[in-house]
């Protein structure tokens, strides 16, 4: 049943997440359009040996139909990190800011 439940919130995550590019700074807008809480977020360039903390303030997460904007200094490839509240598990998508 968890197995089902990770493939479903792994395939709600890869079509929920936005890229934009906002002005002078740039962020990677993650929307969630799933049915899960996102409890914790986590960025890191793409290839680096770690990912980041968590970008969420403590005790906040990312409700269904709300958006989170991740702010990021360079363009760039990076991996971000979505991890599910309900223990569903975790789904790791490759992002490109131009």
Known sequence: MKLKLFSIF????VFSLLL???????????????SVNYCEL????TGADAYGANVLPSGQT??????FDI???DS???????VACDN???QV??????
Do not use: F, M, R, W
Not at 10 to 13: D, I, K, Q
Not at 42 to 45: N, P
Not at 93 to 98: E, H, K, M, R, Y
């Open 76 to 82: 760039g490839s990076y991996d971000v990190k979505v």
């Open 42 to 45: 986590h960025v890191s360039k």
């Open 62 to 67: 990312v409700t269904p139909g709300k958006e």
């Open 71 to 73: 702010p990021v200094t």
């Open 20 to 34: 934009t590019a906002c002005g002078a700074g740039k962020s990677i807008k993650i929307t969630n359009q799933g």
């Open 88 to 90: 569903a598990g975790e």
């Open 93 to 98: 998508v490759t992002v490109a800011v131009p």
């Open 10 to 13: 792994a395939l709600v995550l």
